[in-house]
């Protein structure tokens, strides 16, 4: 089963911007949808970037405009910029893929405070 490992979390001010990764254990192929999610305290995990082996991309109405996800099928790694964070975008970040998901890793923790 392919592990996905979320890094590049932190502590930022509202306003700043922090850039996850995801490194997959094996190469991501073309045909693999794969998405960012986020889970905040008390909340249950929400899909909130997408991105399919074209390259077309989806965001939740939240992010959307502040997010960018990338992805780099040379690396096998999957990314979000994250640009005007705000206290609420404060959860873990898991990446996966969107069918037949994978076992959920340990995420990365993005808190936005001041």
């Known amino acids: 089963q392919v592990q996905f490992v979320e890094s590049g979390g932190g502590l930022v001010q509202p306003g700043g911007s922090l850039r996850l990764s995801c490194a997959a254990s094996?190469?991501?192929?073309?045909?693999?949808?794969v998405g960012w999610y986020r889970q905040a305290p008390g909340k249950q995990r929400l899909l909130v970037a997408a991105?399919?082996?074209?390259?077309?991309?989806n965001y939740a109405d939240s992010v959307k405009g502040r997010f960018t996800i990338s992805r780099d099928n040379a690396k096998n790694t999957l990314y979000l910029q994250m640009n005007s964070l705000k206290p609420e975008d404060t959860a873990i970040y898991y990446c996966?893929?969107?069918?037949?998901?994978?076992?959920w890793g340990r995420g990365t923790q993005v808190t936005v405070s001041s």
């Open positions: 991105i399919t082996g074209g390259g077309s991309t």
């Open positions: 094996i190469s991501i192929s073309r045909t693999l949808t």
């Open positions: 996966n893929q969107i069918l037949g998901q994978s076992a």
